[in-house]
């Protein structure tokens, strides 16, 4: 019976192992959760840094127009020389035999008391809490767009991946292929109506697509070690991709509101006019440093030389701060503030540019993609005719292994080519979503 429980418990542990190390079944849509996810991309989790930064960086600018409060206590003992301060001379006592002693002391002094003070009008603080706020939303378009940025790159090392295990696939079958024309090669022969030469044939053709196999395999691990690194995740994970390689149309409409829309929804540009609307409002809190501002303080607190004898005082009253001359500061930091205006501006109007080229680009690509897809299936669909075609004229012994031999190199190539248009395609579309800012929509995340 003990016997038993060990076997069971042997039997599990073996079963929890090779559970353990299943590969993780990975999608297209869920790779790119994964990246996009704030534990995922080192890129995404910077942006993230960058919007928390901007945000306490707008408290800290809010800050300057809240009150202020503070408490203090102190307790001091102290000696103080008069002499030094001019005390003893400049005050004469009438009393004969008496006179102010040079050193005072020691004696204490206890203070506990609370000050406040409060912005009343300072415009150019509020216009700094009014760059800030843009700030924050310009670093959210920032981190949208390293999302995107994330997930375009993902989706594209995905489809290399894809690619390299079509690949494989596509260098097994004609392994198989191969396989099967030399056997069919050493039946012929055993019949008599075939040639060694025939046989060697066969056996070349099939060594040479044992050598591709053997590329494509470390081919292929290279793009899964490639596809985790975009991903983030560990370097020693298995994944099997269970999305493939495939034709699907893109939609007419939106290949004509591609240009709009990346205009409206590219997040890297929303990012950048956001910037240009912080720089021209910190010029003009530049400006506004010439006006006038004005502050209240106040303070309330006992004071004395022990806690029996301490009095109240307060102290209130308003202060008004009017800027005439600081060496040419204000001027300077002026124009600094207008230089930096003027180049946000330039910079959204080159983005601008740059949004209307990648979308055209991207256009073109997926109109050339789309013809290489349907060009390659028709040639996919000749090149297997024509071997079958061979074959069976190779089988009757109307021709040699020559005419199956290059009819099988063009299945092959008509294969690689089928997969090549497949994934120019995928890419294609991949870029153009990126250009018009909706790569993780257009994946489905």
Known sequence: MRAGWILMLVAGVAAGQELAQAPVQLSLKRAVALATSPEGSTQVQLAGEATKQAQEQAAQARAALLPDVESSFTDRNQTVNLQAMGVAEAIHVPIPGFYLPNLVGPFTTLDARVTGTQSVFDFSSIRRFQASKVGVAAARSDESASAEQVAARVARAYMAAVRADTDVATAEANVTLSQAVLRQAEHLKQAGTGTGIEITRARVQLANDRQRLLVARNQQRSAHLQLLRAMGLRLDTEVELTDKLEYTPVDARMLEEARARALKDRPDLQASER?????????????????????????????????????????????????????GRRDARRGEAASQY???????????????????????????????????????????????????????????????????????????????????????RIDLAQAMGKAREAIGY
């Open 275 to 327: 910037r240009e609307q912080t720089a021209r409002l910190a010029a003009s809190a530049t400006k506004m440093e010439r006006l006038p501002s004005v502050m209240a303080f106040a303070d309330y607190g006992t004071i004395g030389t022990g806690f029996d004898s301490a009095l109240p005082t307060r102290t209130y009253g308003i202060s008004v701060r009017v800027p005439l001359f600081d060496g």
């Open 342 to 428: 003027r180049a946000a501006q330039i910079q959204t109007n080159d983005l601008k540019e740059q949004v209307e080229l990648d979308v055209r680009l991207a256009l073109d690509a997926l109109r050339s993609a789309d013809e290489e897809v349907k060009v390659a299936k028709e040639g996919l669909q000749l090149a297997g005719a024509e071997l079958a075609q061979a074959r069976r004229r190779y089988e009757a012994g109307v021709t040699n292994s020559l005419e199956v031999t290059d009819a099988q190199t063009r299945l092959e190539r008509a294969r690689d080519n089928q997969t090549a248009a497949l994934y120019n395609y995928n890419v294609a």
